[in-house]
């Protein structure tokens, strides 16, 4: 199918399914989830293309659960960080066929997992004040150059909003207005870098279904967390992700 066994394609749905419940009760994770488990049966650039029709699309649903209006108060408040998201996916999606992929895994899971355990133990890292506008434009560029690359840019983010103290309303909306819009902008990107072509994209708009299947039961889950419940959540599926690409960094390393 598409050039792709039809047992390939079935895992890959259920792989996509199951990103798709996580990203419905957490908020988050979909292109972790699908990169780093794509990663082991289909080549990169494949993994790549096939997560960002489903990324988009689910990332449309999320932003707008509560409402067009609360989407755009969102996107209003965190503009620094959208822009430079959308500009930075722009300057490293070229990248995405020449750069080491260990040296990308590495260099995002080692922070990740070091922010996720700090705010595990007990002790949460809280930006003051004055810092917030120069940690949002750095969060940015660094979730921006990533997800040219990668396709995942969620974590600096993540990080962006637990230190702020985000609600969980707050944080859900925020993640799925800036994911869509990195959505649009990887899918544009790559629309022109090759990766999404005439092979890859109709196998991308299949992913879809089982992406919006898996998120309607996480979202029905995520309404019966609360917040203690969804921080906690939240930050284990971080150290998961982030260990994850240690691991898959060292595998590959050189």
Known sequence: MFGLDLQLVALAAAVTFFAGFVKGAIGFAMPMIMMSAFGSFLPAPVALALLILPTLVTNVQQATRQGFGAAWESARRYQWHIGMVVLFIFVSAPFAR????WVMYLALGVPIVAFALWQLSGRPLTLPI???RRAEILSGIIGGLYGGISGIWGPPLIVYLLSVGAT???????QGV????????????????GVLNAQTLPLSALMVIPALAGMQLGFALQDRMDVTQFRRWTLILLV????????RALTMGP
Do not use: C, E, M, Y
């Not at 998961?240 to 691991?247: D, F």
């Open 178 to 193: 800036v994911f869509l819009l990195g959505a649009v902008a990887l899918t544009a990107a790559h629309l022109t870098s």
């Open 240 to 247: 998961l992700t982030g260990a994850n690409l240690i691991r």
């Open 168 to 174: 969980k309303l707050d944080q859900i909306r925020v």
């Open 98 to 101: 020449v750069l080491p992929a």
């Open 130 to 132: 004055h810092h917030r």
